[in-house]
């Protein structure tokens, strides 16, 4: 049994209250671990150790915290091979997307804001009569962040490396149904040397040691990526304490498919975007609008890679769709699957639960599922379902497109695929989306704003973005 702790003061600590959650693997729907159920003594012994380290550590000169930022990355790396298996075994994702994606950026994001810390720079402004403002952008202080199970490592570290960066102390909550890469992470800081108290990892739910987080009056702000319910149970929460607070929710995303398409590069990549990670991307494209002229063709095409796709065990290195996370998350999916059928749906491929043999007989595992005939008000195009299933619907302009691509109560990403350029550039002007990928997805440069719009969020990180959220500005005015 894999019993794990929190990471608190630098040290592995039991939960103050002795209580522990099951870990389940999906692949197999067996109990593999144990985590702390943390609480409310749990986040104080972390406030206190945060709230030591503070004074030396965002005093400590950028060169020096960008050392350590740069040591855990070298770390990750050099572990990648067991981060990646932990993943795996945690999340149910394929081995190969772990080692090749998820690990990686988790190195990245501490590469990546270990050089920003040192280029973060602030303005000032000087006035007609002798006076001259600068502006201060110091550490907030002790942070919260709070990530979810789909990219665990990965979206963890995206947090906590910019708070880090900019001079901030951190309590960090990984999602209680992947920790343990979370957990490996306060070892590669042991390791590494880092201060002690700088950051500390807790376990637990959502509702029990994440809302103590978030409400602990020492800690002033909250980076939380999640569930849009979630995240405005979380906002509600701390509107009147008036934290700092970075919400990165939910999508629903559109992918826009033009007849001029490049259609073979078209297809693979949008495959690609609706099922990496068995389609639990908040990126995903998961609603495909495709120009009448192709639209057979390409749902054929789609049809045959689904089909081509094999589900299988997660560890295997041949492995390209392994288990949703959870039974919970499985039985979600699968309902939404059955509101899409009563709805008029058609479900083109797919759609059932797939019980593999072996030591998988019992995981969490669900074929890559087409659905066409929906309207789009219906709940499979409205709703984000999280999972392997995606929409097909025709169009016959780039206005309807355009208007199918916004009927949305979200706005995180969409893609649109065509080499008519002006096209492509005026659609991007006008989806409502805060991100707009032409041509590819998820090609990613770190410096860019991250981040939706409505239901999908508020605020943005990445880049200098994460560097403001993580700082509070102050304008000094100078009269000589
Ligand atoms: O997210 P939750 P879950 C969507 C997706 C998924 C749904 C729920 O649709 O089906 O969200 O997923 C912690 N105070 N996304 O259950 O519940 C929780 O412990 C403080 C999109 O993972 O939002 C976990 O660490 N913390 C998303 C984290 O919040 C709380 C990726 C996320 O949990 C809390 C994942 C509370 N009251 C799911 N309640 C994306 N945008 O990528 C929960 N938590």
Redesign the pocket.
Known sequence: MDIIANFIDGQYQAPCQQQYIDNIEPATGQVYGQIPDSGDDDVELAVAAARKALPAWQLMPLEQRADYLIAIAQEIERRIDELATAETIDNGKPISLAREVDIPRAASNFKFFAHACSQFASESHAMAGNAINYTLRQPVGIVGC??????PLY?FTWKIAPALAAGNCVIA?????TPKTAALLGEICQKVGLPNGVLNILH????MV??A??QHEEVKAIS????????A??AQ?LAPKFKKLSL????KNPALIFADCDFDSTLEQVFRASFANQG???LCASRLYIERPIYEKFKQALIAKAQALQVSDPLLETSKMGALVSKA?LQ?VLSYIAAAKSEGGVVLTGGEQIQLSGRCQQGYFLQATLIENLANSARCNQE???GPVITLQPFDNDQEALTLANDSQYG?AATVWTNHLARAHQLAENLNTGIVWINCWLLRDLRTPFGGMNH??LGREGGVEAMRFFTESKNVCVKY
Do not use: D
């Open positions: 709070i990530s979810p199970w789909n990219l979206l909550k990984p999602s209680e149904v637990g739910t959502g509702a994440g809302q987080i978030c939380f990526t999640g569930g849009t319910s979630t995240g149970a979380i929460l990165e929710l939910g999508g639990q991307i908040c998350h979600k984000e379902i999280f995180l999908s969020g």
